[in-house]
């Protein structure tokens, strides 16, 4: 394990990211007399921040900073020379046309027009020669008054050094970036390795993920059968969720006592028959719908859709449900009466006509007067034409079994 002054020295002071010390840059140089290297003095020209040698903070910079701090470096330049090139264009009558003509030289020939490290430092040449025919203009014109001329020049003088250091830094900056160019070209080639290495990788941890998940539905595909009501199903979800129902109510309502066999259906109950739970408000009316599904579905009611249409007898239906039953009726009737020749489109209808013509074993009853009928399709219809209660707010038909004398919802 490393100590602590090893891993406080690995530290970046611009980013705060642990590095490596041997490849980091330092910011701090006892022999200056400011105490700064050049890095940190080009830092502190971007960068609003202060760095001394006694504040006993990081004192070093990482390669990522460094990065950065040339680009910084290089955009400065960019601008500065596109600048002066437009002014010096601007002066021009067609300046317009000049522009594009230079842009397009620049877009199609773009190695032509890579010398912007020498404009800037023609730039400074030329900025030192008119200082020098300031100052002797200055000399000339003060030159009967001494005190004037002392000042004068004491101005000169610290105008001169200010502008000489920003003259030193900018040109230590571009031996910056001469001279690390190949350093940075060489740490770029092994990151972009490395990126095409995860890249790779990842792909082939995908793949491997996906075959696996592959031979496990095919293997699974012919195994995963319910050993109480031998259901095949699909896949493993499905199996479990199926499995709920034969291991008992394990889900009980808060409110009534009911339970239910899977989360989803106690969920449901909740909502349409206490409105409680997780559930989607219309926005039309205030129906609670459990399921986005079920939402979808109401909302038709105002909207007047029938998006479902019977290819045969061309009917029109807004639940999917009620146009998947619809579209049995125009098939053959395969169930068969046990006890008589009849046969029916479905099982339910089956046992309704062997409640209704045989053993009378159940009957349904209206939750509103107490009549009872052999179908629910009557109690429904006695719902709406005696009490005008419409379809969608009759919720389930009561069963009443005589055998054993109990009600079941």
């Not at 034969?246 to 909740?270: A, D, M, S, W």
């Not at 599904?293 to 045969?312: A, M, N, Q, V």
């Amino acid at each position: 394990m490393e100590t602590y002054d090893k891993i406080y020295k690995s530290i970046c002071r611009l980013c705060l990211n642990y590095s490596v010390s041997e490849k980091m840059v330092p910011l701090i140089d006892s022999k200056n007399e400011d105490g700064l290297s050049v890095y940190g003095k080009a830092v502190l020209r971007f960068a609003k921040i202060s760095i001394d040698k006694q504040d006993c903070l990081p004192i070093a910079m990482c390669i990522k900073c460094l990065q950065l701090l040339k680009q910084a470096i290089f955009f400065k330049f960019m601008c500065e020379s596109n600048d002066s090139c437009l002014n010096k264009l601007i002066s021009t009558d067609d300046y317009k046309q000049k522009i594009v003509e230079y842009t397009m030289l620049r877009f199609y020939f773009p190695n032509e027009n890579l010398n912007t490290k020498k404009r800037v430092r023609k730039k400074e040449q030329q900025l030192k020669k008119p200082s020098e025919k300031t100052r002797n203009e200055v000399t000339l014109t003060c030159g009967k008054n001494n005190n004037d001329l002392k000042s004068v020049q004491d101005r000169l003088h610290s105008v001169q050094i200010e502008s000489d250091c920003e003259e030193n830094v900018l040109e230590k900056m571009e031996n910056l970036i001469d001279s690390n160019v190949c350093d940075t070209i060489e740490l770029r080639k092994p990151l972009k390795r490395k990126l095409r290495r995860k890249k790779l990788e990842n792909k082939r941890r995908r793949m491997l993920l996906i075959q696996q998940r592959l031979s496990q539905k095919n293997t699974q595909a012919g195994n995963l059968v319910c050993g109480i009501c031998n259901k095949v199903l699909a896949n493993q979800h499905t199996y479990d969720h199926h499995m709920q129902r034969h291991n008992g109510c394990r889900y009980i309502c808060e409110h009534c006592g009911k339970g239910f066999p899977v989360k989803t259906e106690l969920q449901i109950h909740q909502v349409s028959k206490h409105g409680t739970g997780p559930y989607l408000q219309c926005s039309h009316c205030p129906f609670k719908a459990p399921r986005k599904f079920d939402l979808i579905e109401h909302e038709r009611i105002h909207s007047g859709e029938r998006p479902y249409t019977c290819e045969k007898c061309g009917l029109t239906f807004r639940r999917r449900g009620i146009w998947k039953k619809h579209l049995i009726y125009h098939t053959e009737k395969k169930i068969q009466c046990p006890r008589c020749p009849k046969k029916f489109f479905q099982r339910s209808e089956m046992l309704a006509h062997a409640n209704n013509v045989h053993d009378r074993v159940y009957v349904y009853l209206c939750s509103k007067c107490g009549a009872t009928y052999a179908k629910t399709a009557t109690v429904r219809r006695h719902m709406t034409e005696r009490h005008g209660i419409p379809r969608e707010m009759q919720g389930k038909v009561v069963r009443i079994n005589k055998a054993a004398g109990l009600q079941e919802q």
